[in-house]
T-cell receptor, first 112, second 114 residues
Framework: GQNIDQPTEMTATEGAIVQINCTYQ??????LFWYQQHAGEAPTFLSY????GLEEKGRFSSFLSRSKGYSYLLLKELQMKDSASYLC?????????????FGQGTELSVKP | GAVVSQHPSRVICKSGTSVKIECRSL??????MFWYRQFPKQSLMLMAT?????????EQGVEKDKFLINHASLTLSTLTVTSAHPEDSSFYIC??????????FGPGTRLTVT
């Protein structure tokens, strides 16, 4: 079966650093994505990891350990606009058109 | 960047009627389109995978006769919710993928069934 776990909610302070964890158990693995979603809007792409290690993109970084079935999204220099839901999604192996299985999302609240 | 549109953005319909939602890739050809449903405070649940010119592949538990998907061209897929009921009220989001790895999401359609 497919199982992707993330914390439901997190709170952090403006200017700080926050790490959002994601663990997964899926039928094969062909990449992990992080998306940001503001309420009532479509998700927007943040990062993609398929090999172990850290991918850095500005204030956002994402890490993957395939042997541990674990990823995290690191947000630095938090801004109020970073308050949103962060979705971890895994692409399973197989010819399934590249479909994604999403975790339940982590609602991040950034406070002044 | 790649843009995906959805129409309508909001729709209210009466119980028992059918509603059609369109998903278009505006500046690229989508080899595959996906339809998701999202209930409040929950994540995206994949409903089906749609390839142009072929039948959609539905996820377990999704009724294919209730949620009709047509992928008529490389830029258009439609989802028709037939005989809608209040429990079908949800946020429906489509995404489209070209030959790359990324999925581009539409802005979503808020369906309310009264």
């Amino acid at each position: 079966g497919q199982n992707i776990d993330q914390p439901t909610e997190m709170t952090a302070t403006e200017g700080a650093i926050v790490q959002i964890n994601c663990t997964y158990q899926t039928s094969g693995f062909n990449g992990l994505f992080w998306y940001q979603q503001h309420a009532g809007e479509a998700p927007t792409f943040l990062s993609y990891n398929v090999l172990d290690g850290l991918e850095e993109k500005g204030r956002f970084s994402s890490f993957l350990s395939r042997s541990k079935g674990y990823s995290y999204l690191l947000l630095k220099e938090l801004q109020m606009k970073d308050s949103a839901s962060y979705l971890c999604a895994v692409r399973p192996l197989g010819n399934q058109g590249g479909k994604l299985i999403f975790g339940q999302g982590t609602e991040l609240s950034v406070k002044p | 960047g790649a843009v995906v549109s959805q129409h309508p953005s909001r729709v209210i319909c009466k119980s028992g009627t059918s509603v059609k939602i369109e998903c278009r890739s505006l500046d690229f050809q989508a080899t595959t389109m996906f339809w998701y449903r999202q209930f409040p405070k929950q994540s995206l649940m994949l409903m089906a995978t749609s390839n142009e010119g072929s039948k959609a592949t539905y996820e377990q538990g999704v009724e294919k006769d209730k949620f009709l998907i047509n992928h008529a061209s490389l830029t258009l897929s439609t989802l028709t919710v037939t005989s809608a009921h209040p429990e079908d009220s949800s946020f429906y989001i489509c995404s489209a993928r070209d030959i790359g790895i990324e999925q581009y999401f539409g802005p979503g359609t808020r369906l309310t069934v009264t």
